[in-house]
Each structure stands twice: as C-alpha cells, then as structure tokens.
C-alpha cells in the first residue's frame, strides 16, 4: 500500500488526479490522507468524486472513502480497459480536469476510450475546452499520445450542462525535448446569452495589446445562445496558451486584457511550454522516462507533480536554471 500526504505541496486535487492515475498505471494499491485539509473546505468536493468514479471505471478498482467532505480514500486498481460511457459531473465543475484525471490511464489501456462529458467546459481554475485542445493535446501529440476532443456545448459556472468528447487510443509515451516556438497568437472569444459585443470586446483588446507588443494575432468570435450563460477567452501561441473567463462586473475589456497579458509573459521568456502546461506534462515525461522542457517559473501544481511523479514511479526529475527559465529533465 503506497502511502500519500494529501497536504503535500498545492495540497489540492492535483495530488488526487496524479497519484491514482499512475496507481491504477503501475497497479499498486493506494492511500490519500489529509485531502485538501489546508482548504476553507476540506475534502473531496463533487468533482473530485466524479473524477475518482471514472478513474475506477476504467480500472475496476475498489474504492474505500469516496463521499462528500472525505479526506482520506484508498484505491486498489485492476487491469485498466478501454470504456465508452456518458458521464455527467452534476455541476459546472470542470471538464477538462475531469479529462486530465484519466488521461494517462486511457494511455495504458487495454482499448479505446471514449467519454461523453457534461459539466463546465470554461469555469475558473481549470484549463478551458479550448487550452485542451490546442496546447494540451498538441504537446502530447509530440510524445505520442493519440486522443482528440470535440466540443458540442460550453458550459459555464453556475449551470455547467456543457458537453464535450474526449476519445483516446493507448498509446505508448515517448521522450521528447520541447523547444519554444513560434510568435504568432491565435485564439477564441466565445460567449452564451450575452450580446454579440461582448466576445468582440475581448477579443479586440486582447489583439490590439498583442500586436503593440508585435505579435501577430488572429482571434475567432463564437456566440452561441445555450443553458449556460458566460464568456471567455483563449489564446495560444504553440505550447504556449493563456484562458480568462468572464465574471458579473468583469468587464468584457478586462477578460481579454487579462489572457492577452499571461499570453506575453510566457512569450518574453521564450520558454518551451507555459506555466501551467508543464505540470501537465510531468507524468507523461515519468512514464516516457526521459523528455526536457523550460518554463518560465515553477508553479506549486508542477513542484508538486514532480513529487508525486517521483514516489510513484521511482523516477528522479532535473530541475536547473538556465538563461532565466527553469529547465525541468528527466533521463
């Protein structure tokens, strides 16, 4: 039984996704405490338990602790196999960390995996639908992983009741070095149940920022009228990509200033991949045993990652300075 502190690090539901993703990998049974016990709400929430649900779907595992507010669960795994089913988080809780839970099992599986998922597809402290697609999986393509997502219907916070696809073949990971590329952007500005200005507004102030900056920028509009109402916006420039989402009293100008602005941060420091896509890459550069990546600073998501990554697939990552970046390593 490998034991896990679910205290250690970001102290959040990275540490849940991670670990029993590469538990049910090396099928090793597992025990989290401590769960998000550094939280105002400590605990597994409901998209916690959606995510570890479908985890054990896939690997007909056997879960002890899996309610509201439980901070402590053990997950014994079995043989990982390629499912197709509808899953439902029953909020707006986030698609794509939903996705990220399972990803790297659906890789080791024994089949295909196909998931139709309804929930928040552009909600706040996630990566959107949108960052999945086009940095997200473009990465991973690099080190062979085979999956594409299609988007039906976005959702967002409070109503969720977005729907999108992920099918994901197994696929063994390779190494790979990710170097920066290139300098123009691109992006999308979407909104549901608000006027036709509003994605224009952000999307025109994020442009204009850029292009003063002297980035090239091509933004599409998206305006659609579904159960959720929000907006948001976008942008990516390779594996590089920033999200804002709107919010009451956000105006439209300030949701476009904001991803315009983590978009350029990432950019100046002509790292390979963004900040928050490299503690996305961690356990796949584990299971690959060896890749290389900079990054303009470290978030506590990776740090943490890298330490989890580490208990459990005995491997040890790399991490010097160089040029101003931090260069991230493993073999």
């Known amino acids: ?38 939280r105002p709400q400590k605990g597994l929430k409901p998209q916690h338990l959606r995510s570890i649900q479908t985890m054990a779907l896939m690997c007909d595992a056997n879960v002890r602790g899996l309610f509201p507010g439980s901070t402590e669960i053990c997950f014994s795994p079995s043989e990982i196999r390629g499912v197709e089913q509808d899953i439902s988080i029953g909020t707006a809780g986030s698609i794509p960390l939903l996705m990220q839970s399972i990803m790297p099992m659906a ?44 988007l039906i219907d976005r ?20 190494a790979f ?12 500005s979407h909104c549901s149940n608000l006027p036709e200005h509003v994605p224009r507004r952000q999307a025109y102030c994020a442009k204009t920022f850029l292009e003063k900056n002297g980035i090239k920028t091509h933004i599409d509009f998206e305006t659609k009228n579904l159960i959720s109402t ?17 919010k009451k009293g956000h105006p439209a100008e300030k949701v476009g200033m904001e991803a315009a602005k983590m978009l ?41 990652n890298i330490h989890i990554t580490e208990q459990l697939l005995d491997v040890r990552f790399s991490i010097n300075k160089t040029g101003g970046l931090e260069e991230v390593s493993l073999g």
Request: hydrophobic fraction near 35%; proline fraction near 3%; include cysteine.
């Open 264 to 304: 350029l941060d990432d950019m100046r420091s002509k790292a390979a991949v963004d900040i928050h896509l490299a503690d996305q890459l961690i356990p796949y550069i584990g299971l690959a045993g060896e890749g290389t990546f900079t990054t303009r600073v470290l978030t506590e998501h990776c740090l943490t």
């Open 155 to 174: 959702g967002y916070y409070p109503k969720g009741k977005g729907i999108a696809e992920i099918e994901i073949r197994p696929s063994a990971m390779k």
């Open 177 to 188: 070095d990710f170097k920066p590329g290139n300098s123009t952007a691109y992006g999308i």
């Open 230 to 246: 929000g907006s948001g916006i976008t942008l990516w420039s390779d594996l590089i990509g920033s999200v804002s989402i709107g």
């Open 107 to 150: 890789a080791c599986s024994s089949g295909k995996t196909k998931l139709r998922i309804t929930g928040g597809t552009d909600v706040s402290w996630s990566p959107s639908i949108d960052y999945m697609t086009n940095v997200t999986m473009k990465a991973l393509s690099k080190m062979g992983y085979k999956a594409s997502i299609r």
């Open 1 to 38: 039984m490998i034991e896990i502190d679910g205290s250690y690090g970001e102290g959040g539901g990275q540490i849940l996704r991670t670990s029993i993703a590469l538990s049910a990998i090396i099928g090793e049974n597992i025990i989290i405490r401590n769960i998000r016990c550094n």
